[in-house]
């Protein structure tokens, strides 16, 4: 399956999955609950750079998934 984003003004909230990007809403619910995951722990970490935090969390998943 491939990963498809929201889009502005396209999403829907009918049925089981979103009109708008195709996924489900539970995905969508899952994935809003990692980013605000993510957003908080950096949040809690006080940390000043949240770019680069941000930076070397994708470029680690990336590496694990490829190594998976």
Do not use: W
Not at 3 to 11: A, L
Not at 42 to 55: G, K, S, T
């Amino acid at each position: 399956m491939k990963f498809s984003p929201c889009r502005p003004g396209q999403c829907t909230e009918d049925g089981t999955h979103c009109n708008g990007c195709g996924r489900s809403h539970q995905e969508i619910a899952d994935t809003k609950k990692l980013i605000g995951g993510i957003v908080s722990y950096a949040q809690q970490q006080d940390y000043d750079n949240f770019e680069e935090f941000v930076d070397f969390v994708s470029k680690k998943s990336l590496k694990k998934l490829n190594e998976a």
